[in-house]
């Protein structure tokens, strides 16, 4: 067994160093931001580890590498905490810490995720368990940040970056942007302008122009495709955020509105689709499906505090195969909006603590 950390301004960076030098059957023991922003600004750098059966290949020294000393869950790590220290592993079988495949499927599935997804998952956490003596709590972490994709940092010269959230009604787009538009701007210092194409609910305007006055924002309003364009085209600022009227995803003729304004948007846009963590596997996989006509850039995944069961941060990304951007944690703006990288989602989705039995919160999930 030959581990290898690889360190690179994103992870697809470093998953590509991965493949370069290691090949298609590396195994991903680990993967985490160095620094743990959670904005989506400035230079973070993220490590890889990975680990390859067999011995090392004969034109590189081997490096093993000492297991990363076992950290909470539910706290990010500190920054640069990375062992560096190489040591050759003890052999140790997975399951010594009593949890066998078997029971951590049973229990990534209690939370929701597709059993398919679970099964890869628990599969290679095995794996890298036995290889590396890992407990297989942390393995199944690791294995469950690697299985969600996640977005490049925004950067901000690429200006002017625009980005449109689109989703079914009440799943907390509007709320999400104004958390957005106050960090970039406040705490990051960008330019931020906001734009609402919500002119159907009288009061939708006016809940984004609270939040736009708040933290002193210009706030357009465009009512259709032609006015969208017209605003896409003036705005110098470094971040447009363009919030969407929420529709039940089987009403056809509200979502060609939601696509064609998507597609009036110029091509570094991304339109983020909202989904709330507490759906029904069956119904996100239908929502999702819905908005397979609208350029989907990445997914949003809301409420994950209103439910245990949050699945769809693994499963909302795969169907809408889609990179997860950022999750949302509560109702406060600013402060409850997690930048989603594969530590983050890891803590939320395996956050300790027994489920209630199937069946005993009846039907309270939306
Ligand atoms: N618990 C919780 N509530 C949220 C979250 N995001 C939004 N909400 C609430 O959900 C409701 C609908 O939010 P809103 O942003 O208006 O949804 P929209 O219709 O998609 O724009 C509001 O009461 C929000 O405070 C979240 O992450 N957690
Ligand atoms: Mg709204």
Redesign the pocket.
């Known amino acids: 067994m030959l581990l290898r950390r690889y360190t690179a301004p994103s992870i697809r960076e470093a998953l590509a160093k991965v493949r370069a030098e290691m090949g298609d059957g590396a195994l991903i023991v680990e993967t985490r931001r160095v620094r743990p922003w959670w904005r989506r600004w400035g230079k973070a750098s993220f490590e890889v580890i990975a680990a390859l059966d067999g011995p090392s290949p004969p034109d590189r020294p081997s490096m093993v590498a000492a297991p990363a000393p076992q950290r909470e869950l539910s706290r990010p790590a500190p920054a640069g905490d990375a062992p560096q220290a190489r040591l050759p592993l003890p052999q140790a079988r997975a399951g010594e810490d009593g949890s066998s495949r078997a029971e951590w499927f049973e229990r990534l599935v209690q939370r929701d995720v597709e059993a398919s997804l679970a099964w890869e998952i628990v599969e290679r956490a095995e794996r890298v368990a036995r290889a590396t003596g890992r407990p297989m709590a942390e393995a199944v972490a690791a294995q469950v940040g690697a299985a969600v994709p996640t977005m490049p940092l925004w950067e901000r010269q690429a200006r002017p970056r625009f980005v449109m ?1 689109v ?13 957005l538009a106050a960090n970039f701007a406040l705490v990051g210092g960008w330019r931020v302008a906001l734009v609402t194409t ?1 002119t159907f609910r009288i009061g ?1 305007i006016q ?1 984004l122009r609270t939040y736009a006055d708040l933290v002193g924002l210009p706030l357009w309003v465009a009512n259709d495709v032609k006015e969208l364009q017209a605003v896409a085209q003036s705005a110098t600022h470094d971040l447009v955020l363009i ?1 969407t ?2 529709h039940n995803p089987g009403d056809n003729e509200r979502m060609a509105r939601t696509e064609a304004l998507a597609r009036a948007l110029p091509p570094q846009a991304v339109v983020l689709l ?1 989904v ?2 507490g759906v029904r596997q069956a119904d996100l996989r239908e929502l999702v499906g819905a908005y397979r006509t609208v350029p989907i850039g990445g997914v949003v995944v ?5 439910t245990r069961r949050r699945g769809a941060l693994l499963n909302a990304p795969r169907w809408a195969q889609a990179p997860l951007a950022y ?5 406060m ?1 600013p402060d ?2 997690e930048l989603a990288d594969g530590e983050t989602v890891a803590r939320w989705l395996l956050e300790p603590g027994a489920l209630p039995k199937p069946g005993a919160e009846g039907g309270a999930r939306a």
């Open positions: 959230l989703g079914p009604t009440g799943t907390g787009k509007t709320t999400t942007l104004a958390k919500d939708a809940q919030d009227a929420g909202v709330p963590a809301t409420k994950v505090d209103e999750i949302a944690t509560g109702q703006v409850d909006v």
